[in-house]
């Protein structure tokens, strides 16, 4: 069983960073997948970043050239840093991780609020 969590939210300011992180529980995390996603109020949750267990990285039109993903296999950790921050960005964060492709299963944070706003 993988159990994440997630940290790092808050209230920034436009053109602001901030740097989400996601501990996960088990010896299995090297070989998952991981994204973060996230959802703001009335709509969908949407894939903003994900890296696979090789450390191959994709993005959502909306925060390429902003936000990076990135993971730490020792610490069992994957981060979102977030530049240059929009009031678009404000939405619910979570992380996830995915091992179906490896015969595993999907797992979801319990999400960390980001507000962008002055």
């Known amino acids: 069983q993988v159990q994440l969590v997630e940290s790092g939210g808050g209230l920034v300011q436009p053109g602001g960073s901030l740097r989400l992180s996601c501990a996960a529980s088990?010896?299995?995390?090297?070989?998952?997948?991981m994204g973060w996603y996230r959802q703001a109020p009335g709509k969908q949750r949407e894939l903003v970043a994900a890296?696979?267990?090789?450390?191959?990285?994709n993005y959502a039109d909306s925060v390429k050239g902003r936000f990076t993903i990135s993971r730490d296999n020792a610490k069992n950790t994957v981060y979102l840093q977030m530049n240059s921050l929009k009031p678009e960005d404000t939405a619910v964060y979570y992380c996830?991780?995915?091992?179906?492709?490896?015969?595993?299963?999907?797992?979801w944070g319990q999400g960390t609020q980001v507000t962008v706003s002055s």
């Open positions: 996830n991780a995915d091992g179906r492709a490896r015969g595993g299963s999907e797992h």
């Open positions: 088990g010896s299995i995390f090297s070989i998952y997948a």
């Open positions: 890296i696979t267990s090789g450390g191959s990285t």
